[in-house]
C-alpha cells in the first residue's frame, strides 16, 4: 500500500475543507448520471437517428479507422463532415470507438462533460456574487437551466461540447488564466463554425471589462478570422463544389447563408417581422425567463449570445426557434453567466432602497434563483417525471419511454446486419447502424448490401416524402434485386440477392 504523497493530502484536505465546491461536484455526478440514463433510454428506445447521432458516430469512427471525419452524405457520397459543420472537436471522442462500436459511451461523455461546466459556473458565482450560497445556486442554474439539459439529450453534437468550455472561457477571462483562457477558446472554436461569432463579442467584453486590450483583441480577431475561414474556405473546399449545407433554413433571405447574411441586411423590416413573431418571442422568454431576466443586466456579455439567437430566430425551420434542441448550447453559457454577473451588478446599487433590500439576503436569494431554474426544468426541460405540469412536445418525452416489443424487433433486426457490410436506412435505424465506412440513407441505396426500414415511425425522409418513401420501399421489395430477410413489427431487412453465403 503506497503511501499519499504531500501533493495528494494537501488536495484532499483542501476538498474536504471547500464543502460547497464539493457539493457542485457531487451535483455535477448526479445530474450526469441521470441525464447519461436519459440519452441512453431514448438510444436503448431507438429515437436517436442517422441524423444527428449517426452521423456523428459515423464521422468518429471513420476517424478512428484513420479516415478522418469522413461520413457518408444523403447522396450516397463519401464525404467530409468539414463540408456540412466545421465541428473537429468531435475527434476527443474517438478513443471510445477504438473500444467500442457503441454510441453508449459517446452519449454518457456528452453528459459528463457537459456537467462539468457548473465547475466554472460555480466558480464564476463565487468571484462575482462573494457568497457561496449564491456561487452553489449559479453551478445549479446553469445544471437546471432547460436549453442545457435538451442540448444533451438531443443526440449527440460537438456544438453541445463546446458550451462548457465557453462557460469555462468566462471563468478564466475574469481570473485572468490566459493559458486556460486560450485553451478553452481554441477547443470551443472547434465546436462549430459560427462559435466564432459569440467569441468575437466575449473578446470585446474582456477589452471593456477589464481594459485587457491585447488579450481582448487576440480572442476576437482569431474567433472572426477562423469563422471567416470556416464558412469561406473550409466548407465550401470540404463541400467539393456542393452548395453550402442548411442555407435553406434562411430561404426568406437568401438561398445560401452568405446571401441570407446580405438579404437580411439589406430588409430589416422582414428581419423585425420575422424575430417580432410570437414563435420567436416565447422562444426568447423560454431563455431568459429561468434566469430571471438577469442577463439584461450584463448586456455586453449576454450580446455574445445574439449572433447565435439571431441564426436561430432568422431561420424558417422550427427547431431552430425551439430550446428542445442543441440550437441554444453556444447562447447558453453567457446568457448563465450574464445572469450571474447581471446580479452582482444589482447587488452592488444601493438605490432604489427596496431592491436592495430584497437583494441584500444571500440565502433566499440563492433559493429564489434555485426555485426559477427548477420551475423552468419542470415547466420547459426534457425530464418526463411532471406529467401535466410540463409544457414540452409530449412526444419528445415519450422517447425514454420502454416499448420492449418494437425495440427487440429493431434489435433482432440490426443483429442480422454485419458490421462492416454497407447498409442504406431509414432515419431511426441509423442511430445504431452508423459505426461503419458507408451507410447510406434509405431510399438512396447505392451499394448498399442490405436495407433497413421501421415503418412505424416516421421521420426525416419517410416523414417528408411518405409518398415517395411508401413508393421505394415497395420497389425494393417487388425489384427482384433485394430480398426480404425479416419483417416483424414494422420492421422490414432487406438483403442484396447474390451476395456471399445468401
Known sequence: MTTPSLTDRMREWRLARDLPLTLVLVLAGAWAALFSWLSVARHETWW????????????????????????????????????????????????????????????????????????????????????????????LMWLLYAPIQWAVVTDLHAVTLAAPLLMLAIWAAEARNDWVLGISVALALL????????????????????????????????????????????????????????????????????????????????????VGG?????????????????????PLLAAAALPDLMLNMLADWWPNYSIEFHYAAVASPFLVAGAMLGLAGLRRRSRPAWLARILAPAGALAVVLIAAGALGTIITGPMPFFGPLSTATQSRLDQYRPT?????????????????????VGNNPGGHLSARRRVLVFPEIGDADWVMVDRTRPNMLDRLDPVGFSLALERLATGGEFRLVYDRDGVMVFRRNGMVGG
Open 48 to 139: 436517436t437517428g442517422r441524423f444527428d447521432l449517426g452521423n456523428m458516430v459515423q464521422a468518429i469512427w471513420n476517424t478512428a479507422h484513420g479516415d478522418f471525419l469522413m461520413a457518408t452524405n444523403s447522396a450516397g457520397d463519401q464525404v467530409s463532415r468539414l463540408g456540412s459543420h466545421v465541428d473537429p472537436l468531435l475527434v476527443v471522442l474517438v478513443p471510445f470507438q477504438w473500444m467500442t462500436d457503441s454510441a453508449v459511451p459517446l452519449l454518457v461523455a456528452q453528459a459528463v462533460i457537459v456537467a462539468a461546466g457548473a465547475v466554472p459556473a460555480f466558480l464564476l458565482g463565487r468571484r462575482w456574487l462573494g457568497d457561496d450560497r449564491l456561487a452553489v445556486a449559479g453551478a
Open 404 to 424: 420492449p416489443l418494437h425495440a427487440q424487433a429493431l434489435e433482432a433486426g440490426a443483429d442480422l446486419i454485419p458490421g462492416d457490410a454497407i447498409v442504406s
Open 278 to 298: 410570437w414563435s420567436r418571442l416565447s422562444y426568447l422568454l423560454a431563455l431568459l425567463l429561468p434566469l430571471l431576466l438577469l442577463p439584461l443586466f450584463a
Open 191 to 274: 465546436g462549430k463554425e459560427q462559435v466564432g461569432l459569440a467569441l468575437v463579442i466575449f473578446g470585446i467584453w474582456i477589452m471593456v471589462r477589464h481594459r485587457r486590450w491585447i488579450a481582448g483583441a487576440v480572442v476576437s480577431v482569431a474567433s472572426l478570422a477562423w469563422t471567416l475561414l470556416c464558412v469561406l474556405v473550409i466548407i465550401p473546399s470540404a463541400g467539393s463544389g456542393v452548395p453550402a449545407p442548411f442555407g435553406e433554413r434562411f430561404g426568406r433571405f437568401g438561398d445560401t447563408p452568405s446571401q441570407a447574411f446580405v438579404g437580411a441586411l439589406s430588409n430589416p423590416i422582414d428581419v423585425i417581422t420575422t
